[in-house]
């Protein structure tokens, strides 16, 4: 509490005197950060000037390496482009860009070394070096360049770009129809507790990817997803053709044709209904490893196309049927993809690997970069520095703001570093500031209505008998009374809250058996149980575990539990009473208060120790009680350094269980 008046006085005092609102640079969080920054990044640049000076051409050209990863990335993006388009027209201003973020020139050239594309910039462009980098052949893929740049996943075992899809590729029509499938699917899943999402090959053919690759959680749900593994008419073709083309070329070597899947392994269609790769029809890894083995099939050969016949299963004529699958897909693919180019890299002088020497303009280049650097470093600084005060004024201008009386509000939180969970944090006070506001004021409008009831009736007996309207007999006082004793159960009841929440609640710990104390509350409470018709009952074991507690207190909060559950108990219910120890052996005593009435519906359940809360709203204090007696309760059993709890299923009834210290064998 100090330290808040103290930020109140200075906020004060920064009000009074408006020179002081901000501090100096020299003491500010933002100079202190430009500071060590400048320190750090002039430290940091006079070490790295003078490795560079000292270092040897050799390792210059050691650190050269470092830019297969940027050509492996250059390659991969012309690889895609030849595996989408049938020709390279167009593949300038790809070209263009890759070389503007690689800060290198990038050429594309025919087999014949004809141009197809460069991003020299001169008029003249310089001589293309005699080995180009590398050959873009998306049906004959540089593994080594297609796994760098496409983070170790690179081309199929075939060397076959999986991004050149020819004829496979479907409509927009086809994908439109298998999206909205796989939507439904996906939301089928979904309901299942399976989560699950929709992921797009190259093809456009969307699939259903289960998070946590485990796809058979999928079997045992009434979600169907073989019909996403159904061939559109276009897919059947292709395959078909395919299919053919691996014959033809089987048929040369004297070995019967086989019939492939729609994952382009053969053997069991049955096998491969599922794929376990995306893209069902996505030429992927034909090899023979990951097809599923064939089963013995009982029907006659001469009842069998030879097109279909499943050969023999040996090493040599799986190898000859992976041969002859990878040879039919490049024969179908051809057409669809942009013919085999060079591909060159190298700076704009024309050379592959761009490089230089410790010469005295070299030097002066070092020192000149370290000089940028050097900027660089301090610019973002300021940068950072300045977003990272810009929250810090937001928050002291919304606290200020709510010192104030103004309306919370909450502050926008940048990330989650220490000032963005600050950020966060202010915001989980402002509204809870703003919650508790709105109760406060509920709970005025709740105490003025309760009150109002038994207060307007009272005047309007009186002023009744006044009028001599009413005569002052018997049941005329005894009605009064009602109100009155009404008007003090309502009071006293606040009163308990009050005190509560100021926590002097006064209590009178002794040791108490439960289930003494549990009968002595269904004994109150046992007329009012038997006029409603319900069965109130009592099971503890005896001797019942103990506590220490203060028994009126304790009794009261049960007898709470006890006065709802009866009330909200059909006729020829059961309302019982339970006591036991708990079962982990810290001494706890569990108190469970079970009904069989109408239930809590699961979206009121979190509200039920809420004052002024009822079920039904349509209740009044003579039907439905005031809305106060289970916030009581909490706040009894707190004070006893307990806690309640509450489950409940609709129709069925409900179960309030406190949970109390008990009495461990060395205490009193």
């Not at 966060?424 to 809870?432: I, K, L, T, W």
């Given at each position: 509490m100090r330290r808040a008046r103290g930020g109140n006085d200075r906020s004060d005092s920064r009000r009074e005197t408006p020179g002081r609102a901000r501090l100096p640079l020299r003491r500010s969080l933002l100079g202190r950060l430009l500071a060590v920054s400048a320190l750090v990044a002039a430290c940091s640049?006079?070490?790295?000037?003078?490795?560079?000076?000292?270092?040897?051409?050799?390792?210059?050209?050691?650190?050269?390496?470092?830019?297969?990863?940027a050509d492996a990335r250059i390659y991969d993006t012309l690889l895609d482009y030849a595996a989408r388009n049938p020709t390279w027209d167009g593949v300038g201003a790809t070209v263009r860009e890759l070389a503007r973020e690689s800060g290198r020139r990038v050429a594309l050239t025919t087999q014949g070394r004809q141009p197809l594309a460069d991003s020299a910039t001169a008029a003249t462009a310089p001589a293309l070096p005699p080995q180009a980098s590398a050959v873009v052949?998306?049906?004959?893929?540089?593994?080594?360049?297609?796994?760098?740049?496409?983070?170790?996943?690179?081309?199929?075992?075939?060397?076959?770009?999986?991004?050149?899809?020819?004829?496979?590729?479907?409509?927009?029509?086809?994908?439109?129809?298998?999206?909205r499938t796989a939507d439904d699917k996906v939301e089928c899943l979904n309901r299942a507790g399976i989560a699950s999402d929709v992921v797009v090959g190259a093809s456009g053919r969307p699939r259903v990817q289960i998070v946590g690759n485990d796809p058979e959680r999928a079997l045992g749900t009434r979600c169907d997803l073989a019909a996403l593994d159904t061939p559109t008419r276009s897919e059947q073709k292709a395959l078909d053709a395919l299919t053919e083309l691996a014959d033809a070329c089987l048929k040369r070597q004297g070995r019967e044709g086989v019939q492939l899947n729609s994952d382009l392994s053969w053997g069991d269609p049955a096998s491969s209904t599922v794929p376990s790769e995306p893209g069902p029809l996505v030429p992927r890894v034909p090899l023979p490893a990951p097809a599923p083995v064939p089963t013995p099939r009982d029907a006659p050969e001469e009842d069998t196309a030879p097109s279909v016949v499943t050969p023999e299963r040996t090493g040599e004529n799986?190898?000859?049927?992976?041969s002859c699958v990878s040879a039919a897909r490049s024969e179908q693919l051809s057409s669809y993809v942009a013919s085999p180019a060079l591909l060159f890299i190298g700076?704009?002088?024309?050379?592959?690997?761009?490089?230089?020497?410790?010469?005295?303009?070299?030097?002066?280049?070092?020192?000149?970069a370290a000089a940028l650097v050097l900027a660089l470093t301090v610019g973002a600084s300021v940068f950072a520095g300045a977003?990272?005060?810009?929250?810090?004024?937001?928050?002291?201008?919304?606290?200020?703001?709510?010192?104030?009386?103004?309306?919370?509000?909450?502050?926008?939180?940048s990330?989650?570093?220490?000032?963005?969970?600050?950020?966060?944090?202010?915001?989980?006070?402002?509204?809870?500031?703003?919650?508790l506001e709105?109760?406060?004021k509920a709970m005025v409008s709740d105490v003025a209505h309760e009150l109002r009831t038994p207060l307007s009736n009272i005047r309007g007996w009186l002023e009744a008998a006044q009028d001599g309207l009413a005569d002052p007999d018997p049941a005329f006082v005894s009605s009064l009374l009602e109100e009155a004793v009404l008007l003090q159960h309502i009071i006293d009841d606040l009163q308990d809250l009050a005190a509560a929440d100021a926590g002097v609640l006064r209590l009178h710990p002794e040791s108490v058996e439960i289930r003494e104390l549990l009968s002595q509350v269904a004994a109150a409470h046992q007329a009012r149980a038997e006029n409603a018709g319900v069965t109130l009952a009592v099971t503890a074991t005896a001797p019942g575990p103990t506590l220490r507690a203060d028994p009126v207190r304790l009794r009261q909060a049960v007898g709470n539990l006890v006065s709802n559950a009866v009330r909200h108990t059909p006729e020829g219910g059961r309302v019982t009473l339970r006591a036991y120890a708990h079962e982990e052996g810290d001494g706890a005593v569990l108190v469970e208060v079970t009904d069989t009435g109408s239930g809590i519906p699961p979206e009121d359940l979190p509200h039920v120790f809420d004052r002024f809360w009822r079920a039904e709203k349509s209740r009044s204090r003579r039907t439905g009680g005031s809305g106060l007696g289970l916030a009581i309760v909490r706040k009894l059993v707190e004070a006893h350094g307990g806690t309640v709890d509450a489950t409940s299923v609709e129709g069925e009834g409900s179960t309030f269980v406190l949970r109390l210290p008990g009495t461990t064998p060395s205490g009193p």
């Open positions: 640049v006079a070490a790295t000037a003078w490795i560079a000076v000292q270092t040897t051409s050799g390792a210059i050209k050691q650190e050269q390496g470092q830019n297969l990863t052949d998306p049906l004959s893929v540089d593994t080594v360049l297609a796994a760098r740049g496409t983070d170790g996943q690179g081309a199929a075992a075939d060397r076959i770009d999986p991004r050149a899809v020819g004829p496979f590729r479907l409509s927009a029509a086809d994908s439109k129809t298998l999206r799986d190898r000859a049927i992976a700076d704009e002088g024309g050379a592959t690997l761009p490089g230089f020497d410790l010469s005295p303009t070299n030097t002066a280049r070092i020192a000149g977003r990272l005060v810009r929250p810090l004024h937001a928050l002291t201008g919304a606290a200020q703001r709510m010192r104030d009386g103004e309306q919370p509000e909450s502050v926008p939180v990330g989650d570093d220490e000032v963005g969970r600050l950020a966060a944090a202010f915001n989980d006070m402002s509204a809870h500031r703003a919650r709105e109760q406060r």
